[in-house]
């Protein structure tokens, strides 16, 4: 019996720094689904805040997580997977993602030595998320739990090496369950 699996939906999360947009970019290229920078769905108001170097509240953040699941929402009723990068770094941030978006959703946290994260910080350009601002998400940041759905993955790979192993982990894991 040949059964069909859905192409999975998958939130690359982790600090400001740690490479969510270039390995989600690649990881949606290899799965050959739509990717989703989850900073282009913030409201401006959200982007002013943290220009100008003012963490966001959960308040803030509510009507924004709930966008990136609807987001995901969207896609999979549309027949296909998606990679979104969405820092998620609380549980009840992926909670909201994952109960907004209706579908299982799998996190792969990224993860790396501060100072290469502050290095990359340094070395990009345009983006409205100031150094600053990495004590205060790294603060914020809950690991995922064991009973979440994700894993996490060290970002000292290069880019290409680690969306292969989000690759691999992520089409195991669902090749795994519709064996069951």
Known sequence: MITSTPPPSIVVMGVSGSG????????????HVPFVDADDLHPQSNRDKMAGGTPLTDDDRRPWLLT??????????????????????????REA?????????RFAHLNGRVDVIRERMEARADHFMPNALLDSQLQTLEPLAADEDGSEFAIDGGPAAVAADIRDWATAEVGEEAAV
Not at 20 to 31: F, H
Not at 100 to 105: D, I, L, Q, Y
Request: glycine share 10%; net charge positive; aromatic share 2%.
């Open 68 to 93: 990136v699941g609807h987001t995901i929402r969207e896609q999979v009723q549309a027949g296909r997977g998606v990679v979104v990068a969405c820092s998620a770094l609380r549980r009840r941030y």
């Open 97 to 105: 993602i994952a109960e907004e978006a209706g579908t299982p959703v």
């Open 20 to 31: 969510k947009t270039t390995v989600g970019r690649e990881l949606a290229r290899l799965l």
